[in-house]
C-alpha cells in the first residue's frame, strides 16, 4: 500500500496562516479547518493541532486550544468537571 500523497505541504501552509495572523489569538478549530480547506488534507484533528502548536510555539503565536471542550449543558458530565484543581 502506498503512502496518502498530500497535494499541497501541510507544514508550509501552517506557517503561512500563523504568520498572516500575527498577534491575533487563534482559535486551534478554525487554524485546522483553514489548513483542511487550502490543502486537502486527511490527516486526524490530533495530529494537525500538534503540528499547528509547535509551529505557534516557535513563532511565538497564541492559539486558543478550543478542541475537545467539555458541553457544560451536558447531563452527563459531572458538576465540577470544569471546577479548577490546585
Known amino acids: 500500500m502506498l503512502p496518502h500523497v498530500e497535494s499541497r505541504d501541510v507544514a508550509a ?8 495572523r500575527g ?4 482559535s486551534m478549530k478554525a487554524l485546522i479547518a483553514a489548513v483542511r480547506e487550502q490543502t486537502g488534507t486527511e490527516r486526524s484533528d490530533a495530529d494537525l ?9 516557535l513563532l511565538g503565536v497564541a492559539v486558543l486550544s478550543d478542541l475537545g471542550r467539555p458541553d457544560p449543558g451536558r447531563p452527563d458530565l459531572p458538576q465540577d468537571a470544569d471546577r479548577k484543581f490546585s
Open 23 to 26: 498577534a491575533a489569538l487563534l
Open 13 to 20: 501552509s501552517v506557517d503561512k496562516l500563523l504568520a498572516e
Open 49 to 57: 493541532a500538534g503540528l499547528i502548536t509547535k509551529k505557534a510555539a
